[in-house]
Nanobody, 126 residues
């Protein structure tokens, strides 16, 4: 059984930083594409960042230059380093693993994913 568990969500002031982690069980990270999504209340999830097996990354325009996705395959852990946080970054953040379908490029922000974490709440106050 595959399980993903996020941690690191918190309430912070605008301009500060946070690091989210996502630890997996039942799956080996080094073989798969991983992603971070976020969801605002009443809205659909939107892609934030992806990282492929070779370490190549993709970012949403809203977070480019501020967020950084990385992976530690030895620890089966995915990270999202979030810097220069803004109030509009306030959302529930989800990690995801294993694309099921990708309308375009594999491991892009448009892919659907098979496995999801339970979410971590990030609140940024200005």
């Amino acid at each position: 059984q595959v399980q993903l568990a996020e941690s690191g969500g918190d309430s912070v002031q605008a301009g500060n930083s946070l690091r989210l982690s996502c630890v997996a069980s039942g799956i080996v990270y080094k073989h798969i594409c991983l992603a971070w999504f976020r969801q605002y209340p009443g809205k659909e999830r939107e892609g934030v960042a992806t990282i492929d097996r070779d370490g190549s990354t993709t970012y949403a325009d809203a977070v480019k230059g501020r967020f950084s996705v990385s992976r530690d395959n030895a620890k089966n852990t995915l990270y999202l380093e979030m810097n220069s946080l803004k109030s509009e970054d306030t959302a529930d953040y989800y990690c995801a693993a294993v694309p099921s379908t990708c309308p375009g490029r594999y491991c892009s922000l448009e892919c659907e994913f098979l496995y999801w974490g339970q979410g971590a709440q990030v609140t940024v106050s200005s």
